[in-house]
């Protein structure tokens, strides 16, 4: 939504929020208003919601408030869902030339920071085992974790202390899942680096 109007912006971030989304009112150098949403935690909560969400967006984009390209975006984020279980967000597993790839992006802070603490919940160090980059102007952001950060989970889910054991076992299986799902090269390439690692 880009409008001259800041009331017009507010009530708009005001009704995004009313259903879940993290939704912002900023000012473009222009000088119209426009509203900056996110939602990535949304897509882990009920149907229901999602659904809900799903109307707000389509009319806000009927009312010319949320362009088109952005509110289709959402409706397949909304759609698909953005977890597989349990609060777990989505990383996307690939091949980068013959390196293995396992990243999370969102636009939403609060999700790249969540992930992030829960790396380190987990004993990942920033730095060594995963990057973080937080998004900005509505940009995306993401936690890439690097072949070091995967080798040493794979070794926690056998080797690891009781809780960070548990969650590295999540994790590990998380990723092979989305390797999986990707198949191929990818899914051979990721059970190699997690059998070579956790021995």
Do not use: C
Not at 135 to 145: A, H, M, N, R
Not at 173 to 194: I, N, P, S, T
């Amino acid at each position: 939504m880009n409008s001259s109007n800041r009331g017009r912006a507010e009530l708009a971030a005001r009704l995004l929020r009313l259903v879940g989304v993290d939704a912002e009112v900023r000012m473009a150098g222009s000088g119209a208003w426009y509203v900056v949403a996110t939602t990535d935690i949304l897509a882990a909560g009920r149907e229901e919601l999602r659904d809900a969400i799903a109307e707000v967006v389509k009319a806000a984009a009927a009312m010319g408030w949320v362009n088109r390209e952005k509110a289709e975006r959402w409706l397949r984020k909304l759609e698909r869902g953005h977890t597989i279980r349990e609060g777990r967000p989505k990383y996307s597993v690939g091949l980068i030339g013959y390196t293995l790839a396992v990243r999370y992006q969102s636009t939403n802070p609060h999700s790249i920071e969540r992930e992030a603490r829960r790396l380190r919940e987990m004993g990942l160090m920033e730095g060594r085992h995963f990057t973080a980059k937080m998004p900005e102007d509505g940009k995306i952001g993401y936690v890439l974790i690097r072949r070091e950060g995967l080798a040493y989970a794979a070794w926690l889910s056998t080797r690891g202390p009781g809780g960070r054991r548990r969650l590295a076992v999540e994790f590990v299986e998380h990723v092979l899942q989305r390797a999986k799902e990707r198949g191929g090269e990818v899914y051979r390439k990721d059970l190699e680096a997690v059998e070579r690692d956790k021995g």
